[in-house]
């Protein structure tokens, strides 16, 4: 990076006016930039109280017709691939945007998990944005501009092929700043896929925790929220029985009584109690894990009804509506001491009193869906993600619905893509973050790049039953070929006392410990994804539709 030739884009209110400014040196404040070793560190000097609107800082790039674009989505959920450079983005609906974005309905339950609301979609070919970090590549090289520290506030990455451009803009809604503040730290690095990610988490001095691939169990995609001690007892006692090796088995979401009351638990479904859930499960020579969401909750909570004080507020003072799940529900301050030390009670309780070793933990966005206490959205993640991990220790933590770049680190394992259908479905999705098959796979493929660095990746997991499935077996087998080769923990949620010996004989198979080497995976023609790979030595070549499962 250059940075005579750097310009900027800054929009920013002072003493009750708004301002324009296109230098490093305004009227109301100054940038100290400089580059040091491949890092781009901009300090903001601010000479009276500013509210920054827009924030970009814009280097030329020349872009070449067979260059891809990778950028990443802003969390867990939201879809991320490769373009070309007169691709473009899709998968958000006007009319989604405008309900969301322009209307009274915002704040009733539409989606909310994504970045909707508060970053402009593009809907021009040619222009490509993502969250904390992207690439640029050219066939095995890459060339990758990425943030060092979302704690200044979240750094989107926006290519912008038709003017020759890469934006690198911050997302500082509504924080006021004056006197010096580090503002943004960009890494650029050029080389072979593996060795520029290598140097680029070497640089944020991120490792990941966990180097185990895992397999085992999850109930929620067959039963959902409709779980018993009888159904997890039948599935867990069906596992066991089988000569393939499970190394985890993890209860979802129905257990407790209400979101947010997490140790209430449902006595109808669970007459003996969570402790002895976890106590049957290590008999059976398997790790216990336990879904939480635990910065939520619901109106009708008992957390929520004694203690409305505890969530995040809007501007009005009311406690803002998070997204749509359970009918509606709302978020956590983490700031606030009471609602702080109810989340480090839930989590003694569950990992220390009731034994359970995994906790996944869902919908983690819900902590930063509004910049608060003066805080960015970037800032209050981080935040959160430093609360998760003082709380679980050395427990292992399973994130989902979260922020890629503020657990860095701090989870062990994490969701890399949206859930998984039951079918294998092209549709146009209400908003990016949808449940999704292609979305997934994609995301599976193209977010390889973090596994064993930031964390160890889940794919989410495959299904291999008959019943209560909308997909050919082939293309079950497909899903559970990807996730073994791209992803590190492999969870089904299957009755495997149903299977038949092909269905025990392709589990055995996904589950088999291989030695992979990925050589290459991109697209190669429209929707066909075409990926090579070395598997215990041997080249294989894998080539599929993404958006109807089908091999070619």
């Given at each position: 990076?250059?940075?005579?030739?750097?310009?900027?884009?800054?929009?920013?209110?002072?003493?009750?006016?708004?301002?324009?400014?296109?230098?490093?040196?305004?009227?109301?404040?100054?940038?100290?930039?400089?580059?040091?070793?491949?890092?781009?560190?901009?300090?903001?000097?601010?000479?009276?109280?500013?509210?920054?609107?827009?924030?970009?800082?814009?280097?030329?790039?020349?872009?070449?017709?067979?260059?891809?674009?990778?950028?990443?989505?802003?969390?867990?959920?939201?879809?991320?691939?490769?373009?070309?450079?007169?691709?473009?983005?899709?998968?958000?609906?006007?009319?989604?945007?405008?309900?969301?974005?322009?209307?009274?309905?915002?704040?009733?339950?539409?989606?909310?998990?994504?970045?909707?609301?508060?970053?402009?979609?593009?809907?021009?070919?040619?222009?490509?944005?993502?969250?904390?970090?992207?690439?640029?590549?050219?066939?095995?090289?890459?060339?990758?501009?990425?943030?060092?520290?979302?704690?200044?506030?979240?750094?989107?990455?926006?290519?912008?092929?038709?003017?020759?451009?890469?934006?690198?803009?911050?997302?500082?809604?509504?924080?006021?700043?004056?006197?010096?503040?580090?503002?943004?730290?960009?890494?650029?690095?050029?080389?072979k896929y593996d060795e520029a990610f290598d140097e680029y988490f070497d640089k944020m001095?991120?490792?990941?925790?966990?180097?185990?691939?895992?397999?085992?169990?999850?109930?929620?995609?067959?039963?959902?929220?409709?779980i018993s001690q009888d159904v997890i007892n039948r599935d867990l006692d069906a596992i066991?029985?089988?000569?393939?090796?499970?190394?985890?088995?993890?209860?979802?979401?129905?257990?407790?009584?209400?979101?947010?009351?997490?140790?209430?638990?449902?006595?109808?479904?669970?007459?003996?109690?969570?402790k002895a859930v976890a106590d049957s499960i290590h008999s059976k020579g398997m790790i216990?894990?336990?879904?939480?969401?635990?910065?939520?909750?619901?109106?009708?909570?008992?957390?929520?009804?004694?203690?409305?004080?505890?969530?995040?507020?809007?501007?009005?003072?009311?406690?803002?509506?998070?997204?749509?799940?359970?009918?509606?529900?709302?978020?956590?301050?983490?700031?606030?001491?009471?609602?702080?030390?109810?989340?480090?009670?839930?989590?003694?309780?569950?990992?220390?009193?009731?034994?359970?070793?995994?906790?996944?933990?869902?919908?983690?966005?819900?902590?930063?869906?509004?910049?608060?206490?003066?805080?960015?959205?970037?800032?209050?993640?981080?935040?959160?993600?430093?609360?998760?991990?003082?709380?679980?220790?050395?427990?292992?933590?399973?994130?989902?619905?979260?922020?890629?770049?503020?657990?860095?680190?701090?989870?062990?394992?994490?969701?890399?893509?949206?859930?998984?259908?039951?079918?294998?479905?092209?549709?146009?999705?209400?908003?990016?973050?949808?449940?999704?098959?292609?979305?997934?796979?994609?995301?599976?493929?193209?977010?390889?790049?973090?596994?064993?660095?930031?964390?160890?990746?889940?794919?989410?997991?495959?299904?291999?039953?008959?019943?209560?499935?909308?997909?050919?077996?082939?293309?079950?087998?497909?899903?559970?070929?990807?996730?073994?080769?791209?992803?590190?923990?492999?969870?089904?949620?299957?009755?495997?006392?149903?299977?038949?010996?092909?269905?025990?004989?392709?589990?055995?198979?996904?589950?088999?410990?291989?030695?992979?080497?990925?050589?290459?995976?991109?697209?190669?023609?429209?929707?066909?994804?075409?990926?090579?790979?070395?598997?215990?030595?041997?080249?294989?070549?894998?080539?599929?539709?993404?958006?109807?499962?089908?091999?070619?």
């Amino acid at each position: 990076m250059d940075i005579a030739q750097i310009k900027y884009r800054i929009k920013y209110k002072a003493e009750g006016k708004t301002y324009i400014c296109n230098s490093c040196d305004c009227q109301h404040f100054s940038l100290d930039a400089k580059v040091d070793g491949g890092v781009l560190k901009v300090v903001l000097n601010a000479k009276v109280k500013i509210t920054f609107l827009k924030f970009d800082i814009i280097l030329p790039y020349e872009y070449g017709e067979k260059d891809r674009i990778f950028v990443n989505g802003y969390q867990s959920w939201t879809d991320s691939m490769e373009y070309e450079p007169n691709g473009k983005m899709r998968e958000l609906t006007r009319l989604t945007e405008f309900l969301v974005t322009k209307t009274p309905l915002k704040r009733i339950g539409l989606p909310k998990s994504g970045d909707i609301l508060f970053w402009k979609y593009p809907r021009k070919s040619g222009i490509f944005y993502g969250w904390s970090y992207g690439y640029v590549r050219r066939g095995e090289d890459v060339e990758i501009f990425g943030s060092l520290n979302e704690r200044y506030g979240y750094t989107v990455v926006t290519f912008d092929c038709n003017n020759k451009e890469v934006v690198i803009s911050k997302e500082l809604e509504s924080v006021v700043y004056f006197g010096e503040n580090k503002m943004l730290e960009l890494a650029h690095i050029c080389g072979k896929y593996d060795e520029a990610f290598d140097e680029y988490f070497d640089k944020m001095g991120v490792k990941s925790r966990e180097d185990k691939k895992r397999c085992g169990y999850t109930s929620w995609y067959n039963y959902y929220n409709r779980i018993s001690q009888d159904v997890i007892n039948r599935d867990l006692d069906a596992i066991s029985n089988q000569d393939i090796k499970f190394d985890c088995f993890q209860i979802d979401d129905g257990y407790q009584e209400n979101i947010g009351d997490w140790l209430v638990t449902d006595k109808v479904k669970f007459p003996n109690g969570m402790k002895a859930v976890a106590d049957s499960i290590h008999s059976k020579g398997m790790i216990a894990g336990l879904w939480l969401a635990p910065f939520a909750g619901v109106r009708k909570s008992k957390l929520f009804k004694e203690h409305p004080e505890w969530f995040i507020k809007d501007k009005y003072g009311k406690p803002y509506n998070t997204g749509h799940n359970w009918g509606g529900f709302y978020s956590l301050d983490i700031y606030n001491e009471g609602a702080r030390a109810y989340i480090k009670h839930v989590f003694d309780v569950v990992l220390n009193d009731w034994g359970y070793d995994l906790v996944k933990l869902d919908f983690l966005y819900g902590a930063c869906v509004l910049p608060i206490h003066n805080k960015t959205r970037g800032e209050i993640m981080c935040d959160a993600m430093d609360l998760l991990r003082e709380c679980c220790k050395d427990k292992l933590i399973l994130g989902c619905g979260v922020p890629l770049m503020p657990a860095f680190g701090k989870v062990d394992y994490c969701r890399i893509g949206s859930d998984v259908e039951l079918s294998w479905k092209n549709k146009k999705h209400k908003i990016r973050d949808d449940v999704s098959t292609p979305h997934t796979i994609c995301n599976t493929v193209f977010r390889r790049h973090l596994n064993g660095r930031a964390w160890m990746n889940d794919p989410d997991v495959f299904l291999l039953r008959d019943y209560n499935m909308k997909m050919s077996f082939e293309q079950r087998k497909l899903v559970a070929k990807i996730n073994s080769t791209f992803g590190s923990l492999l969870f089904i949620s299957d009755d495997v006392s149903t299977y038949s010996q092909e269905q025990k004989d392709a589990l055995k198979a996904t589950f088999a410990q291989k030695d992979i080497k990925i050589i290459s995976a991109e697209f190669v023609d429209k929707d066909i994804m075409q990926t090579v790979f070395e598997e215990n030595g041997k080249p294989v070549t894998l080539k599929f539709n993404v958006r109807n499962g089908e091999y070619v």
